[in-house]
Each structure stands twice: as C-alpha cells, then as structure tokens.
C-alpha cells in the first residue's frame, strides 16, 4: 500500500532523512517511533506529498507520489503535529468548509464524521474554545474527510493530557480497524497499545523494524536475577553460580543476619530463561540461608534507548 524506496531528504549538507525504506501493507497500524529530530515528521510529509524528496521513490497503492501527486494524494489523509484548522470557526463550520474545498456533500459526511470522531456535542463551539483533545478530533475529522484508505498522523497525541490521550488514541483504534494508518510517536507505550508493528528510526536512518510484539525478544532481551544469601562468603556465592552461565558480579553485604552476614549477588544472563528456580535450587543444596531472589527484566525504554543511543537533538 505504502512503498518507500531509498528515500533522502537534505538540508543543505544535513541528510535529515538518510536512505529509508519501508513498505506498509494493507491494514497495517505501523508506528514511526524515534526521538526528537529523528526523521519521522519529514518522512512523513514526503509520503504525503508536501515535501519532495531528495532521493528515493514513494508509491502510494501504485501511485508514484511526484509524477501522480493527485491520484496518490486522494488515497491519503494527513493529520500534522499542530493541526491546522482556522481557529475562528466553529466546528461545523469548518468541516463544511474542507468538504467544500474538497468537492465533497458535506451535508452528508460532515454528521458521519462528527458522529466517527466524537464531534456531536462541540459542533456548535469555536474552534479556538475546544480543548487540545478536541481540536486533535477535528484534525482526525479533517483527515478523513475524503475517506482516505490510509491515515498519516504525526504526533497525534502530543500536548494532550492522560484522559485526552485515551481517548484519542481509542478513536485511532477505530479508525485504524479499516485503514492503513502509519502514526509518528515518541512514546513507547503508544506503539505497543496501537500499532501492529514499529520501525524506529534515529538520525534519519530506520535501526529497527519489527512487530511490535517481537520487539523487546528480538533486540537483546536481558534479566538480572539478583540474590542475597547468608552462611556463605561473597566468593562461595559467585563460584555456586557461575555455572549458570550469566555474568556474575557479588559484593559482601552489610546487613547482619541471624545467620551471618549477608552476601549479595547479580547475575545477568541474556535470553528468556528464568534462573530463579535453579538459583534457589542451589543455595539450598549447600544449605546457605536465602534472603532475596529477585528478577529485572530490561524494558522496551532500554530496548529503544539502545537503539536510538546519542539521541538527535535531544
Ligand atoms: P520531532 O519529534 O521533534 O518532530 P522528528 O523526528 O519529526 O522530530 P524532523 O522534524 O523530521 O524530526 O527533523 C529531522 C531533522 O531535520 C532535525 O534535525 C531538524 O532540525 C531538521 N530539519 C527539519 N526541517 C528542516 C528545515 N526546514 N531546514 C533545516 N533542517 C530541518
């Protein structure tokens, strides 16, 4: 549906976007996620159409993006990060107003999309009186104005607060049941609730591309298992474990205990074994006192945060 091949985008001698490609199938929620200054906002507005590439081809369903702009730009809807709407008008006002320009019977879609986007109680306000969350509404409604069969939305959720951003990322749910929808984020929790699979890209380049479900497995899964135990030295400690094949690091504890002072270890292992079992098994068989037994598995954060290590702008 969205076939992007070896796309650039400069900025003098700057490759803000370097070389990227990406196919986006039918139906998929695909989140372009990356830190500030990543990319995102300017591949997106060469897959709409806004910005022209340096290099590289964009084919929309087909649609070559620069020599059929128009046949490309029918099947998309696009939501900026400030979406812009004018201000001063009310809501119905201004969606009559993009039918209008759009050559559509607003009489008709205009009520479907306020119904769609949650719109029917603030048809009758000013824009410039609704709250973030509704304007973004009003963004989504706009975009989808001419019933796109893809949906680009940059940072949709961003300066919303924790019940607008449920709500806005629950209609995106909906809509996204229908549509091919590629959403730019720089919050990880937003890609795992909404999107079938994420690409990240950091200083203009994709270092990731992967389900989202498979992410946190596929790029350095890690735990660290940490131990306290009494009645054994912290060199008894690490010779017990260390055939369990992690990297094993032990301090003397300070903590006094009726059986002696504890000694305390970390064992950080890779993969997705769980070594508590085999860790209690064998401070048992030497009849040493546990303490704790405890794992931290890394999060998505760490996952992301290795990838997109040296950040951009940030
Ligand atoms: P954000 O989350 O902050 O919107 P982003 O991932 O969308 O970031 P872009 O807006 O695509 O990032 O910007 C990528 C890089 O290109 C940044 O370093 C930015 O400063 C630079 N850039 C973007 N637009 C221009 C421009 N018109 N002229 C020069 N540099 C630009």
Redesign the pocket.
């Known amino acids: 549906m969205i076939d992007v091949q070896q796309v650039s985008?400069y900025?003098?001698s700057?490759a803000?976007?370097d070389g990227i490609s990406l196919s986006v199938q039918k139906g998929e929620i695909v989140g372009l996620l990356?830190?500030?200054?990543?990319?995102?906002?300017?591949?997106?507005?060469m897959i709409t159409g806004f910005l022209e590439p340096s290099a590289g081809t964009i084919l929309i369903d087909g649609a070559d993006i620069r020599a059929n702009p128009k046949e490309a730009k029918k099947k998309i809807g696009y939501m900026s990060?400030s979406a812009p709407l004018y201000a001063d008008m009310m809501t119905a006002e201004y969606l009559d107003f993009v039918a209008r320009v759009q050559g559509i019977d607003g009489a008709q879609r205009v009520p479907e999309l306020a119904r769609m986007c949650g719109l029917e109680e603030v048809m009758h306000k000013n824009i410039c009186d609704l709250s973030r969350g509704y304007r973004q509404r009003v963004g989504l409604a706009h975009a989808l104005m001419h019933d796109p069969a893809i949906l680009i939305l940059?940072?949709p959720t961003s300066g919303l607060d924790p019940n607008q951003i449920i709500e806005v990322r629950n209609l995106i749910k909906r809509i996204g049941e229908t549509r091919t929808v590629i959403i730019?984020t720089?919050i990880l929790g937003e890609v795992e609730m909404l999107c079938d699979r994420v690409v990240i890209?950091s200083r203009?380049k994709i270092v990731a591309d992967s389900p989202t479900a498979e992410l946190r497995t596929r790029f350095g899964r890690k735990s660290t298992v940490r131990v306290q135990a009494a009645s054994c030295s912290p060199e008894e400690l690490a010779s017990a474990l260390s055939p369990l094949g992690g990297t094993v690091t032990t301090v003397a504890g300070e903590e006094n205990t009726p059986d002696g002072t504890l000694s305390a270890a970390l064992v950080a292992v890779t993969g997705d074994t769980d070594i508590r079992a085999e860790v209690s098994s064998i401070i048992n068989s030497r009849k040493w006192k546990l303490y704790e037994l405890s794992i931290e598995r890394n999060s998505l954060e760490d996952v992301f945060r290795a990838l997109t290590s040296g950040g951009?702008?940030e």
């Open positions: 985008r900025y003098g700057f803000a976007v990356g830190p500030n200054g990543a990319g995102k906002t300017t591949t997106m507005r990060e940059d940072e730019s720089h890209i203009g951009n702008d």
